[in-house]
């Protein structure tokens, strides 16, 4: 293909902080194969973050976007300073995808919910890491969507990039997901590792932190906090529900409950936080966190330091079990240009800028 | 969506044993799921097995051929009888898609491959669980299908259904699949496990057949030539190259080799005949079969019974592991439907017959 033949699909972030960097850096690698594999080019017309922004209605390229060296008192070459806040960015941004990527705020979903409404109610497609708006109002905003005929994804909201709302949107046709499970907390399951070789709480807490999985403050992830975030994400779209994370049972977690139940564990299993969504007879769904021994035949039982996964109970396929090796910023941006290119595929790309 | 208003897919059968048995009640357990969720309408045009065939322009739904009680002495109502070979069917069966599930013919793919072809040259797109033709003529086809501009889709010819190809392909986009592994031989596996357990060879290969996964002849699967094939379909679609089943290494196999390698095994890891592929430095694709002793930490090192896996090495995520439950002919016959879901997504279908 061509580079004036490819089809130009303005971004837009919202967002900077690791996995912005590293989707940035990972458009730029993947530019030529982009042009290649799907006639596709991807420019940025706008980044804001923290501290300043910029627009740049014709768009910078990967390469170019990295090269400036952007810092707020240097734009790209021919942006101009963005003073607004977020929602004005998601509404003006001369952008087709905007990608939210800031911080959770996890008992509201704001301010990136707004965020999201805001550019969908423009007409921009939405692409975001970020699991507020799917936790928070997942039904609203697919809504939204649909009546301004734009697409909004958010592969990277749980399990980093691992495709798993992908899986089931593209290869699990026709299937209806009877329940899943999952060990969807690191930090937890990092120091239920940690503890059973023998370290103390206090010291895989440190360690945990050190390696930069866990927050300043441990309970979110101890007390199963991110994990019913989480939950409530998979629950709402893959088995069609509309909980909030506050509806997700977390039941015998937090600090103290570790040591005693690595004291009961039987030989040979393995204890992890796990999230647990699963239909009932009525048709109502439940969704749990917590505290689980896995039998030494489970296949999420021998996870290890970062990998993850998820167990996913089928009408069709049984059960099928999708896991990643590693997580970090890397999958996540990989999973924001996954959902970047399943809508320049699904819905076309303007040709011109 | 009304029924009048669905899309209709005309679909012929080459092949009906327990898949096209298994795939014809899906598609009639689907019929108002598919209309409901894709506006989608499968109706069957034609069928050829082994005994005798028929063709049915207008289509029989699939209720409608369930209730038939189809014999080669009574057809569906409305339908004439097929007198030809399986090409001649291929060429003729007044069909959107032709579904390939004869036996496969694993030395050199016939005669599958030439019911492929003439499929795709009369234009009409092709689905096949058949390994035969992807392992022995994979890029002839696909570049046939794309003069055509019809699509080959196999997503049933390794792993049952489990959706390793359709992952690649929509799930994983940008991304180079540099390596993989899995252990791809039921009966080798299953023999090993058995074996472990106590049982002598010559019994868990008996309780293989009764189980149905094993052949007559075990040879075929303890000596690697049904790994063999399965390698070289993954290797030359994911791996994109162009190997036949004889280039793939086979080494230290056959039902000699098991008992030495599992008394030499080390406490805590497990034996598996695994199929490998990767590219090596120079580019070039290299596929094994062979008797690997996996460690604890292995995803794939706990898979027991009819479960199986596979690990891909990718440039994006790392490494991304899916794992089967349970396989069988149900499973073969969804990714069968997925695929033809697929064809109905990406190329649209006739709104009349």
New interface residues.
């Given amino acids: 293909v061509d580079k004036k033949d490819a089809k130009v699909l303005r971004l837009a972030l919202l967002g900077y902080g690791n996995v912005g960097r590293a989707f940035t850096a ?1 458009a730029g690698e ?1 530019d030529a ?2 042009q290649a ?2 006639g596709l080019r991807l420019v940025f017309t706008g980044v804001l973050r923290r501290g300043g922004g910029w627009r740049h209605p014709a768009g910078v390229a990967p390469a170019d976007l990295q090269a400036s060296g952007w810092t707020a008192s240097r734009l790209p070459a021919g942006a101009t300073a963005f003073a607004g806040d977020g929602a004005d960015f998601a509404a003006q941004c001369p952008a087709d995808v905007l990608i939210e990527l800031t911080t959770l705020e996890p008992l509201t979903g704001e301010p990136a919910t707004s965020h999201v409404r805001a550019a969908l109610a423009a007409g921009r497609h939405v692409v975001t890491a970020n699991k507020g708006p799917i936790a928070h109002a997942y039904r609203a905003l697919r809504a939204l969507a649909a009546e301004h005929g734009v697409a909004l994804r958010f592969e990277s909201t749980v399990l980093d ?3 798993i709302f ?2 089931a949107e ?6 209806r997901i009877t329940g899943l499970r999952g060990p969807l907390n690191s930090t937890s399951n990092f120091v239920l590792d940690r503890m059973r070789m023998g370290w103390s709480q206090e010291r895989a807490i440190v360690e945990a932190r050190a390696l930069g999985i866990a927050e300043a403050n441990p309970a979110y992830d101890l007390d199963g906090w991110d994990a019913a975030v989480k939950a409530t994400v998979l629950a709402n779209v893959l088995l069609d529900t509309d909980l909030r994370p506050q509806d997700v049972a977390r039941e015998g977690l937090g600090a103290e409950a570790m040591q005693p139940a690595l004291a009961a564990l039987p030989e040979g299993y393995a204890l992890k936080q796990m999230v647990e969504v699963e239909r009932d007879a009525s048709g109502a769904v439940r969704a749990t966190v917590a505290l689980r021994a896995l039998p ?4 999420l ?4 330091g970062m ?1 993850t ?1 998820i167990l996913l109970h089928t009408d ?11 997580g970090g910023p ?2 996540t941006a ?1 999973g924001v ?2 959902d970047v ?2 809508i320049a595929r699904a819905h076309g790309v303007r040709s011109d800028r």
């Fill in positions: 990972l993947k194969e982009l594999r799907y990039g691992l495709p992908n899986l593209f290869t699990l046709p026709a299937t030494p035949g489970d296949p039982a021998h996870l290890s990998e996964g069709t396929m049984g059960n099928v079990t999708l896991l990643e090796g590693e890397g999958q990989f240009l996954a290119i399943a």
